[in-house]
């Protein structure tokens, strides 16, 4: 009996990359601020790159903590979102064209988000990864960190807890 063949690693890379990037963009505010995700794997790492507009502070000066915190929330938000939604798309159950044509996968919603600022973000490009710590069918909490130069000296951390969207 002859095996199946495996997809293309390109095609595989495509899927990935072209549904991830319908998702990010998908979202007005994420577009506004310029966020982007690096992927590797199923890893995610968040890009803010510095705008001027993201000043808050121009005596110091310093990103703005409202940014700093919406940046870690959508990092949260992306990164849960993928988790869940890997599988499907791996297997190729969840087509990305769907996703331009306007029907994207339902987020999570925000239950609460708590954010730690450890010292003030400084004019230039951000990171930040999140990891899920638990994931049921109707609650999640995620943990993210934000820094820049150095990702041993973050610029803020935060918790959050979504509500899962139901299926269908």
């Not at 890379?13 to 794997?41: C, E, H, I, W």
């Not at 890997?86 to 306007?102: K, M, Q």
């Not at 230039?124 to 999640?140: E, F, N």
Request: without cysteine; positive net charge; glycine residues 6%.
């Amino acid at each position: 009996m002859a095996r199946e063949r495996p997809e293309p690693v390109q095609v595989v890379k495509q899927r990935r990359d072209a549904a991830l990037n319908a998702l990010v963009s998908g979202v007005p505010y994420m577009t506004y601020l310029g966020v982007r995700f690096d992927r590797r794997g199923d890893e995610l790492t968040a890009l803010l790159p510095f705008d001027e507009k993201l000043i808050g502070n121009p005596f110091l000066p310093a990103i703005h903590g409202g940014v700093t915190a919406a940046f870690l929330e959508i990092t949260a938000m992306i990164t849960l979102s993928w988790s869940y939604l890997w599988p499907e798309i791996e297997s190729g159950a969840l087509d990305p064209d769907t996703f331009s044509a306007g029907s994207l996968p339902r987020l999570p919603k925000t239950i609460d988000f708590t954010v730690d600022y450890l010292r003030s973000g400084l004019p230039r490009d951000a990171y930040a990864r999140a990891r899920v710590t638990r994931s049921g069918r109707r609650y999640a909490s995620v943990h993210a960190q934000a820094w820049q130069d150095n990702r041993d000296r973050p610029i803020a951390q935060a918790t959050a807890h979504f509500l899962m969207p139901r299926d269908g």
